[in-house]
């Protein structure tokens, strides 16, 4: 990935010059089914320019229970778009649901305008969106009138895990967010898909917001490359995902939801009634990095960096500090 970052042909980007740029952009938008793609440094700009071009001030967005742009985007909906986002009862609901959340037509209520959809969803341990809920809730919200953002920053592991394509998982949506780092191990960038008429909204605000890069085709040569060499390979990441889950089930101080992991991230829960900071404090002593989800949950992340070797290692490192956890050992 390094020597085709080394060796991309490169241009200025801002002045649509960048080759490595327009060939990921034109390959993506492919790959999605879309006309059009333009490259951004995160998916979290992917899915607020998606936001702002759906919306207007005033409006409101649904989202999936603990959806990314409500947890972990900074409150720009509010912020750069004057727009609320209004959660449903489940990460992943149905037509019901979704027409329960639509606020009702009255001047003094806001006006829902789009939907956002999450596919894998990170806080529901990765899960795929189940292929017939989706199509009814894609349906729903054309029925209501409502715009229809993806935000697929995994879904190539949704791919992976349900061997469809990224078209058919992106059939119905106005937009497509996709990320080249979460599983593809690129250094940086997402792409965000849509109509032509779309992305050139989203180039001019891209600009306005300081995401114009220049020769920024050495960051999407490491795309295109984690496309060919990456993609395919993220079988294995869900195949140690589930072996892990399976071996850790119901060891100490753990319990995992076995049937729950469908891709690369498994969520923990801590059973020994004490603060999981413990615990991920503890693991990280044993050189096994996870991430706290919550007062007694936390998110183990497989990617091309754990090997075989190195799924020994965390199944061996969580059983030992589970049981030191469990004699009073912190």
Request: a neutral charge; one cysteine or more.
């Amino acid at each position: 990935m390094r020597a085709a970052m080394a060796s991309a042909d490169v241009g200025d980007d801002v002045y649509g010059e960048d080759p490595t740029v327009a060939r990921l952009e034109a390959r993506i938008a492919a790959l999605l089914g879309k006309e059009s793609a333009i490259f951004v440094p995160s998916g979290t700009m992917g899915n607020q320019l998606a936001i702002a071009l759906h919306t207007k001030p005033g409006d409101e967005v649904v989202c999936g229970a603990k959806a990314h742009p409500v947890l972990y985007e900074c409150g720009a909906a509010a912020a750069l778009s004057g727009v609320s986002l209004a959660e449903t009862q489940r990460p992943f609901f149905g037509a019901g649901e979704l027409a329960a959340r639509v606020q009702p037509s009255a001047y003094y209520m806001p006006r829902t305008r789009l939907v956002s959809f999450e596919n894998t969803h990170n806080r529901a341990g990765g899960r795929v969106w189940p292929a017939a809920l989706l199509d009814e809730s894609v349906r729903e919200a054309r029925r209501l009138g409502l715009a229809t953002h993806l935000d697929g920053a995994r879904l190539w592991n949704a791919v992976a895990a349900t061997g469809t394509t990224a078209e058919h998982l992106a059939q119905g949506m106005d937009s497509v967010t996709v990320c080249l780092s979460k599983g593809l191990g690129a250094p940086a960038g997402s792409v965000l898909a849509g109509t032509k008429a779309f992305i050139e909204g989203a180039r001019r605000l891209r600009k306005m917001w300081g995401g114009g890069m220049r020769q920024v085709g050495v960051l999407a040569a490491a795309g295109l490359y984690a496309l060919d060499h990456e993609w395919p390979r993220l079988a294995d990441d869900h195949r140690r995902a589930r072996a892990f889950a399976e071996a850790l089930e119901r060891s100490t101080g753990f319990a995992i939801d076995v049937e729950a992991v469908e891709t690369n991230i498994v969520n923990v829960e801590y059973t020994l009634g004490r603060d999981v900071r413990l615990a991920v404090e503890a693991l990280r002593e044993a050189h096994v990095w996870v991430s706290s989800l919550g007062p007694a949950q936390m998110r183990v992340v497989f990617h091309r960096d754990v090997d075989d070797a190195g799924l020994a290692w965390a199944i061996d490192r969580f059983r030992s500090v589970g049981e030191s956890l469990a004699g009073g050992a912190w």
